[in-house]
């Protein structure tokens, strides 16, 4: 399968009795959005987990740019190109917008071990930095205080930060989690543009971006995956009607 | 140039002006207290780097203060008693010169942070405090309990060690010593905490999951700002050691852990001169409601409860308000 970028293979994951995640096999390939559905408790966040690579699974396999990524601890993956965002935003709230993005750069160059010259002035941290700033519209606010940023601006900061990791695949956590709808559309419209650049595997509640934004739906109903497939054969599928949308999808 | 500018550069003037002064009126005795403020100072800008900037609560920074003591003490009295050291395969000699002396505190108190951090950052919050507590007593307990440099009763060098070109013995020469040490080590804290280093070690105390998902392994920064704080921690130790001629295992006691994490809260946790204030009002207090009461610990727990309660920036945070990220 040369053209999965991401994937998983036979997860298994078990709390106690419960188990949540039951033989997860999913793929990511280049170029595409594929997004994780499923009502809540169904496993997506212990997948996630699983795949970026603070959770162990019991058994089965991660799989990452061809490399069994499976006993990769999270920052190894992370500096292979696995950029990902957090459900609930993971900032430091006491430094400005810029430090954050900074810091995303500094990880992916590597060399944090540098104790006397100025983070600030290191040109290409700045180039990078700056750069992920202007994709994601928050150039002019650079110099505030991550806490005085609204909802929204902190979820573009997040996927700033991922942008300046070199990304090789996206795994995005409801990115869309408390934005209105003025928010939404605007970041869908943004994430539709990033496909581009390297693969998004988007766990997403917002149905509306869900359908407008991914080329394949995993469906995932405790612990286990129920169907993959297109848009269309998501919305036709009898099974996922009557598990999670409901009769008016 | 802000009030908390103008208030450190006031700081420092006053460590140079009031030696000075007491140079001109033949005050040895203020001079002494000055040096003690100022050693004090250098082994809270120690636990400033983990504690202000890695946000490690360590109540073991006694041991690293002590192992610096000890460093001197040990090489000190081979020294004055013509024994090697060890002499075995190689032979290593007792010393007074203070450079050396300096180099040993360092290397081996940062050894000593080095082993604690890689046991003790497993663990975080309380169980993080009580395990270096833990480390502390133990340190405090072997050195109590090891004869061969005066186990309970501590060690006492004739002489105050050497620097090429100082008179030492001078009290204010051996102060600018202690001055130019502590200036050094804020000037390397304020490129510390701008440095990348010092952004990765604030984003692992803050949001350590952000920092493994861009690649950086936080207990990994964590453990190198303990080591560098126990090294500096380490090098006051030493100082304090030759300004007594005295090393005992009470440089080693819990309590000790816990008046340099006192002068760190009071001056102000994270502030580059906290560790300063802290340590310049701890001795200002020691002296003068020392003199009033043997009690005087009652007051200085009054003020410590008001700085807590009121100033969550200490003293530097009450006069000039709460900091702002710098980038």
């Known amino acids: ?249 | 140039m802000n009030r908390e500018w103008l208030l450190n550069a006031a700081l420092l003037a006053g460590l140079v002006v009031v030696p000075g002064w007491a140079v001109w009126a033949d005050e040895p005795f203020t001079i002494m207290l000055a040096t003690r403020a100022v050693i004090f100072a250098l082994a809270a800008a120690g636990l400033n780097i983990a504690l202000g900037l890695g946000g490690l609560v360590s109540l073991g920074h006694a041991v690293f203060f002590g192992i610096g003591g000890y460093a001197m003490g040990v090489l000190a009295s081979h020294a004055q008693n013509y024994t090697p050291l060890y002499d075995g395969v190689f032979t290593i000699q007792g010393t007074k010169s203070m450079p050396v002396i300096w180099l040993a505190a360092a290397v081996t108190s940062g050894l000593a942070a080095w082993l604690i951090g890689v046991l003790s950052l497993r663990t975080s919050g309380a169980y993080f405090i009580m395990i270096t507590l833990a480390f502390g007593q133990m340190a405090y307990f072997f050195a109590i309990s090891w004869p061969a440099y005066g186990g309970e009763d501590g060690l006492s060098i004739y002489v105050r060690n050497g620097f090429p070109g100082l008179n030492t013995l001078d009290p204010i020469q051996f102060y600018g010593l202690c001055l130019a040490w502590l200036c050094l080590v804020l000037w390397g804290y304020a490129r510390l905490r701008r440095s990348p280093f010092g952004l990765a070690l604030d984003s692992a105390r803050q949001v350590p999951d952000r920092v493994r998902a861009v690649g950086l392994d936080p207990r990994r920064l964590q453990l190198v700002a303990l080591v560098l704080s126990g090294a500096v921690t380490g090098l006051a130790g030493a100082l304090f050691a030759d300004l007594n001629r005295f090393v005992s295992p009470s440089m080693l006691s819990w309590q000790m852990s816990g008046e340099i994490i006192v002068f760190v809260i009071i001056g102000g946790v994270a502030r580059l001169f906290g560790p300063v204030a802290g340590a310049v009002f701890y001795v200002m207090m020691e002296h003068w409601l020392g003199g009033i009461s043997d009690y005087w610990q009652i007051f200085l727990g009054l003020v410590l409860l008001a700085v807590v309660l009121f100033g969550r920036g200490g003293l530097i945070g009450m006069i000039c308000g709460k900091g702002r990220p710098d980038a």
């Not at chain 1, 594929?34 to 997506?44: D, F, R, T």
Request: glycine share 10%; hydrophobic share 45%.
């Open chain 1, 1 to 249: 399968m040369p053209d999965s970028v991401l994937s998983t293979h036979e997860l298994h994951k078990a709390f106690g009795a419960l188990r949540a995640s039951e033989g997860i096999s999913i793929r990511l390939l280049h170029g595409e959005i594929h997004a994780i559905i499923g009502p809540n408790g169904a496993g997506k966040s212990t997948l996630i987990a699983q795949i970026c690579g603070s959770l162990r699974p019991d058994s089965g396999r991660v799989t990452f740019l061809g490399r069994d990524v499976t006993a990769l601890p999270t920052e190894a993956r992370a500096r292979m190109g696995l950029a990902r965002t957090f459900q609930t935003s993971a900032l430091a709230m006491d430094q400005t917008v810029m430090q954050n993005v900074l810091l995303g750069a500094l990880g992916a160059s590597g060399r944090p071990w540098r104790f006397l010259s100025r983070v600030a002035r290191d040109a290409g941290l700045r180039d990078t930095a700056e750069a992920a700033l202007l994709e994601t519209g928050l150039q002019d606010l650079a110099r505030l205080r991550t806490a005085e940023l609204s909802h929204g601006q902190r979820r573009q900061l997040e996927v700033a930060v991922a942008l300046t990791q070199a990304p090789r695949a996206f795994v995005m956590d409801e990115p869309m989690a408390g934005l209105g709808a003025e928010g939404s559309r605007h970041l869908t419209g943004f994430l539709d543009r990033l496909r581009t650049r390297a693969p998004i595997l988007l766990v997403e509640h917002d149905m509306d971006a869900v359908f407008a934004l991914a080329d394949r739906i995993t469906v995932l109903v405790y612990g286990r995956v129920i169907a993959t497939g297109s848009v269309e054969d998501i919305r036709a599928d009898p099974l996922v009607r009557d598990a999670y949308l409901g009769d008016g999808a």
